[in-house]
T-cell receptor
Framework: ETGVTQTPRHLVMGMTNKKSLKCEQH?????MYWYKQSAKKPLELMFV???????ENNSVPSRFSPECPNSSHLFLHLHTLQPEDSALYLC????????????FGPGTRLTVL | AQSVTQLDSHVSVSEGTPVLLRCNYS??????LFWYVQHPNKGLQLLLK??????LVKGINGFEAEFKKSETSFHLTKPSAHMSDAAEYFC?????????????FGKGITLSVRP
C-alpha cells in the first residue's frame, strides 16, 4: 500500500448507528487531518493531529470523535449523526513544517439516512 | 487571515483548446499556493505548488501557474485540454500558524472538456 488509504470507501448508516472511518498513511508523515467535503461548499477542516496529539478542532460537533493511536493511523468515530452530515470525508497527511502540501486519501462517501 | 477566491464555478472548453482557471488570494503573510485536482470519486491530487521560488510553476499533466503578487493571483493554465482533464480544481493558500501550516481551500472549479 502506498500513500493514504481510507476505509470504507462508502458507508450508509442510520441516525442511531455507531460506525468508524479509518485512515492510514504510508508516507512517514507526522501530521494527519480530517476534512469534510459537502456539495457546493469549500473543504472544511475538522481535526488536526501532530505526533498523535490533537492540535485543532474546528468546532466540530461531539457526534464526531477522532482518534489517533499513532502517527500512521487516524480514526473518525461516528455516533447519532444527522442527515446533513452526509458528505465525503477526506483524510490527509503531511510532514509538518512550513508551507508543505498535504496528501489526500480517496475519501469515504457517507450517507446518513 | 487568508482567503481564496475562485470566481468561476464552472469552466467548459473544447478538447485541444487552452485552459484558464482563475484564482485570487488574500493573505497577511507571504503565502504558499497550491492547485489540487479531484477526479470523480477520488481524493485530491497535488498538481503544483508555489513556495516563494520561481513565480512560474510547472506541474503535472502539462499544467502550470504563475504567481503574480501585484495582482494577488495564481491562475492555472494548460495549452491544450484533454478529455482526461475534466475534474474539479481547487486553489489553496497555505500560511504558517506556529508549528503547522494551515490550508485554506477555494470553492473549486468544475472543468468540462467537450470532444
Amino acid at each position: 500500500e502506498t500513500g493514504v488509504t481510507q476505509t470504507p470507501r462508502h458507508l450508509v448508516m442510520g441516525m442511531t448507528n455507531k460506525k468508524s472511518l479509518k485512515c492510514e498513511q504510508h508516507l512517514g508523515h507526522n501530521a494527519m487531518y480530517w476534512y469534510k467535503q459537502s456539495a457546493k461548499k469549500p473543504l472544511e477542516l475538522m481535526f488536526v493531529y501532530n505526533f498523535k496529539e490533537q492540535t485543532e478542532n474546528n468546532s466540530v460537533p461531539s457526534r464526531f470523535s477522532p482518534e489517533c493511536p499513532n502517527s500512521s493511523h487516524l480514526f473518525l468515530h461516528l455516533h447519532t449523526l444527522q442527515p446533513e452530515d452526509s458528505a465525503l470525508y477526506l483524510c490527509a497527511s503531511s510532514q509538518e513544517g512550513l508551507a508543505v502540501e498535504q496528501f489526500f486519501g480517496p475519501g469515504t462517501r457517507l450517507t446518513v439516512l | 487571515a487568508q482567503s481564496v477566491t475562485q470566481l468561476d464555478s464552472h469552466v467548459s472548453v473544447s478538447e485541444g483548446t487552452p485552459v484558464l482557471l482563475r484564482c485570487n488570494y488574500s493573505s497577511s503573510y507571504s503565502p504558499s499556493l497550491f492547485w489540487y485536482v479531484q477526479h470523480p470519486n477520488k481524493g485530491l491530487q497535488l498538481l503544483l505548488k508555489y513556495t516563494s521560488a520561481a513565480t512560474l510553476v510547472k506541474g503535472i499533466n502539462g499544467f502550470e501557474a504563475e504567481f503574480k503578487k501585484s495582482e494577488t493571483s495564481f491562475h492555472l493554465t494548460k495549452p491544450s485540454a484533454h478529455m482526461s482533464d475534466a475534474a474539479e480544481y481547487f486553489c489553496v493558500v497555505s500560511v504558517p500558524t506556529g508549528a503547522n501550516s494551515k490550508l485554506t481551500f477555494g470553492k473549486g472549479i468544475t472543468l468540462s472538456v467537450r470532444p
